[in-house]
């Protein structure tokens, strides 16, 4: 019997870091992730970063973009707008087009510099929802740039995603862990851009190189998991041990990685890059990925310890 071709089933794009994300028909890709995802950050009032982890109500808070803003080339009019929700606050309605004004300052890990400031009304309503003195600010791609970790992806950025411009995961994977955990979790505890059907569990670990339509992504490494798929984003509620106690006893480089040194790490989903490189050269041909596109895997890593270094 001929294996069912591996299929995108949903796609994924956070347009602000550590909120919820959308589930989207159509994206399109750039070289420092989808369009519009992590394009906003919530800072504290030092201008460093909030996420999840220390802020874990951030995954209630929901944005909502026009359905157009997925179209390839689409422009913002003064009529566009993103629009946030959180429970027990009144909607924030940021416009698309371009602040005037910058922050600078703004830090996330390693990396500093400035940002556009969404100005008052916004940095009110989420220092009103964190309780604590907040602004939101937008990514600068005319004036920064946020290199991805060069020892992994040499000449690659993103924005405000964590390290690098795509995660995969694949619903086979998370079937697996399911199988294994005391309650199922949804894969919004993981936050992929792609969830693909058709795959064997973890067989993204391998992937080295893929094609999708005409575009060809390359993988990174495997993505080593922090504290925030222990937060249930339905709630907001962080929990104490799962999934990551049960990925602790397959998914571990105690496990993978069996020849080195063990730092406790846990690893669920695959972190890519597009070649833009390779085919279809910047700024020409067609740059929008669906649900339903089919993946061909161009390339392996022999062995899952390679793809985890």
Known sequence: MEEEALK???????????????????????????????????VNYK?????????????????????????EDWEPTKDSFLVVRA?????????????????????????????????????????DYLGKQSRLVRFNKETETRPSPPEFAAGYSTTFA???????????????????????????????????????????????EIKINELVFQGVRLCSRCKVPLVNQETGVPGVAEPTETLMKFRSDKVLIPDKKPHGKVFFGKEMVWNWNIGNSEGKGNKTIKVGDT?????KIPSRAEAAV
Not at 22 to 41: E, K, N
């Open 8 to 42: 995108i089933q949903s796609l994924f794009i956070y347009p602000i870091k550590s909120c919820r994300g959308i589930s989207v028909p159509q994206a399109t890709v750039t070289q420092t992730g989808f369009q519009w995802d992590r394009y906003w950050l919530v």
């Open 47 to 71: 201008g460093r970063a909030y996420t999840q982890r220390v802020e874990p109500k951030l995954a209630l808070v929901e944005s909502e973009l026009p359905k157009e803003a997925f179209f």
């Open 87 to 127: 429970p027990g606050m009144s909607p924030l309605k940021i416009p698309l087009t371009k602040p005037s004004s910058i922050a600078e300052g703004v830090s996330m890990w390693e990396w500093s510099g400035s940002a556009f400031d969404e100005g008052e009304e916004a940095a009110k309503w989420f220092s």
């Open 162 to 208: 964590d390290m690098f411009p795509f995660l995969f995961a694949s619903q086979a994977s998370l079937d697996q862990l399911n199988t294994l955990l005391p309650e199922p979790v949804p894969i919004n505890r993981f936050r992929p851009n792609f969830l693909v059907d058709n795959c064997d569990p973890f067989g993204e670990d391998l992937w080295d």
């Open 295 to 299: 993946i061909s895997v161009l390339r």
